[in-house]
């Protein structure tokens, strides 16, 4: 079967230029000239004209039906894969998670039984290691060799999924000998906790002191300290959702001394802050409970972020995508800040939300694409089969008009909440059409797709290795 898109705009990482694709199968065949394509018989053809062309997006950095705090990600695999798709997502890269003393295997084989069937979009793994014992590094070298090149530590939440600094140190060792990267969760969690046990024990339990009490300074410390530990280590580092200047400072710093350290954003950390919205009356202020929190408007994170994305010290826009409902699931910690499930809803809107960096003149065009789809593709191991639109690689292609204008609200949106935390967000930029390996899943605001369309993704190490 022969699909050809015409009339578009093709958007890469290096620039923009109007090509008609045609697609065989699964794979793009070939980037042509309008005139070129004239003489092309194919199945189906669909019109682009007006609009951008672009890779389907690769988030790396999803938690679909996540365990947490007592209840558990309100999105499955099957529902949170077909909203990722709405937003012109393609492929997600979610996290298998070992807690100390479980088997590696085993719980990585428990995330394998989650989505296996019902995916709407391709797939990958991540592994958390909570308990870095000798069983657990052996088995990273095992992992590795089956695709799963990625680890995720954690130096927040202790007695849950942290590590100190010694286990962390000896998990970057094993990385460095097999290749693989090693993602971190940067805060001090150690400090955190005695901050937020202060201010309960004064009456401070509302969603805002749960901003208050993970400051900016403890997620810089810990990114400093990550940045230190695998220099000894000798492994690459990704900063997950990086989320205050000073973090990205420490970031900055590394990488003109040379240092393999990456990091990543994320879509709540651009355009939510601590007061309107951690802040908001009453309890709504749980609807923006996540870690790293969100940082106050009266200093300049939004806008050092936005920098940071321009000049690549920051790589990647990921979404941190682990939602709850407000009913029964945020509302948990109704008394308590601490008891809140973390986590936000936007595996949806990160393409969406982005652009508006180019609308605004953030970003270009082509930087765009890099920070949703190329980079991400590369950084983890899926380049050039995702994250391009070029012969020979995966037909992932989102037709995107960037003259629709439309509203985000909880009305309209894909994910299993009750609420958005983007509400009311007026939006220049609509995902149009989405194809998977060549299959339209997306088209004319209906989708077409089905669970088990997606295919596991076996990675190969990061091309950012050195």
């Known amino acids: ?20 694709v045609l697609i065989e199968d699964d794979k793009i065949l070939a980037l042509l000239s309008p005139e070129t394509s004239l003489g ?10 007006g609009k951008y062309v672009i890779p389907g997006g690769v988030d790396v950095h999803t938690h679909m039906e996540l365990p947490f705090g007592g209840t558990t990600a309100s999105d499955d695999f099957e529902n949170g894969t077909r909203a990722a798709a709405w937003g012109g997502t393609t492929t997600i890269v979610d996290f298998a998670v070992q807690n100390e003393g479980e088997s590696v295997r085993e719980k990585l084989d428990l995330w394998f039984a989650k989505a296996e069937g019902r995916c709407a979009i391709d797939y990958g793994f991540h592994m958390i290691l909570g308990g870095v014992d000798e069983v657990a590094l052996k088995e990273m070298d095992t992992l590795v060799a089956e695709g799963i090149t990625s680890f995720k530590l954690f130096m927040a939440y202790p007695g849950v ?27 001090n969690g150690i400090a955190i906790d005695v901050l937020a046990e202060q201010a309960v024990n004064r009456g401070e339990t509302a969603p805002i002191y749960h901003g208050i009490v993970r400051r900016a300074e403890l997620e810089e410390e810990a990114t400093h300290r990550a940045i230190q530990l695998a220099k000894v280590g000798a492994c690459p580092l990704y900063i997950v959702h990086l989320s205050a200047s000073g973090a990205l400072e420490q970031v900055a710093a590394a990488r003109d001394r040379g240092a393999n350290v990456f990091a990543e954003t994320c879509p709540q950390y651009l355009y939510l802050n601590l007061e309107d919205h951690l802040g908001a009356p009453g309890f709504l202020g749980a609807g923006y409970v996540c870690s790293t929190p969100l940082r106050t408007k009266h200093e300049h994170h939004h806008q050092d972020l936005w920098k940071g994305l321009r000049t690549n010290d920051l790589s990647v826009v990921s979404t941190d995508h682990c939602p709850f409902c407000m009913k ?43 920070l949703c789809s190329t980079t991400p593709a590369r950084m983890f191991g899926m380049y050039p089969r995702k994250g391009v639109i070029a012969p020979g690689s995966d037909a992932d ?29 007026e939006v220049s930029g609509h995902v149009d059409t989405v194809l998977s390996r060549g299959r339209v899943i997306i088209d004319n605001n209906q989708y077409l797709g089905r669970a088990g369309d997606g295919e596991y993704i076996r990675r190969g190490l990061s091309q950012y290795l050195i």
């Open 161 to 187: 999924l942290y590590s100190d600094d010694g286990k962390i140190l000896r998990a970057m060792q094993q990385a460095a000998g097999n290749g693989a990267m090693i993602m971190m969760h940067a805060e």
């Open 397 to 425: 292609v989102v037709i995107y008009d960037p003259n629709h204008k439309w509203t985000i609200s909880v009305e309209n949106h894909h994910m299993n909440m009750d609420y958005s935390a983007y509400e009311g967000i």
């Open 40 to 49: 092309i018989d194919a199945d189906t053809v669909i019109d682009a004209t």
């Open 328 to 370: 029964e699931q945020k509302e948990l910690g109704l008394e308590d800040f601490r008891a809140i499930p973390n986590g936000i809803g936007t595996v949806e809107h990160r393409m969406d939300l982005l652009y508006q960096g180019v609308a605004q003149g953030e970003i270009s065009l082509p930087r765009w694409v890099e």
């Open 1 to 20: 079967m022969k699909t050809l898109i015409k009339g578009g705009e093709v958007i890469s990482a290096t620039g923009a230029s109007p090509a008609d």
